[in-house]
């Protein structure tokens, strides 16, 4: 219940640090899906089609893997 709650607020803060030019996601939703539940909050995540939740894991991890090389 805790991330469920943390979920949104860290998705506005990432959204907010995008909006000012600090961070460059793509998509700050999964980015905090990710923060606060690693990749299963993603695969566990029934409303989301499962060839859709890879592909945000995927690509979330070379935006970021591309973001610190």
Same mark, same amino acid.
């Given at each position: ?25 793509? &998509?700050?939703?999964?980015? =905090?899906?990710?923060? #606060?539940?690693?990749?299963? !909050?993603? /695969? +566990? &995540?029934?409303?989301?089609? =499962?060839?859709?939740? #890879?592909?945000?894991?995927? !690509?979330? /991890? +070379? ?7």
């Amino acid at each position: 219940k805790t991330c469920a709650k943390l979920q949104p607020i860290v998705a506005d803060l990432l959204t907010a640090a995008k909006k000012r030019g600090e961070i460059r996601l793509k &998509d700050p939703e999964t980015a =905090a899906s990710f923060c #606060v539940y690693g990749q299963l !909050g993603i /695969l +566990l &995540d029934q409303s989301i089609p =499962a060839k859709e939740r #890879v592909r945000r894991i995927r !690509g979330f /991890l +070379l935006e970021w893997i591309e973001g610190i090389s």
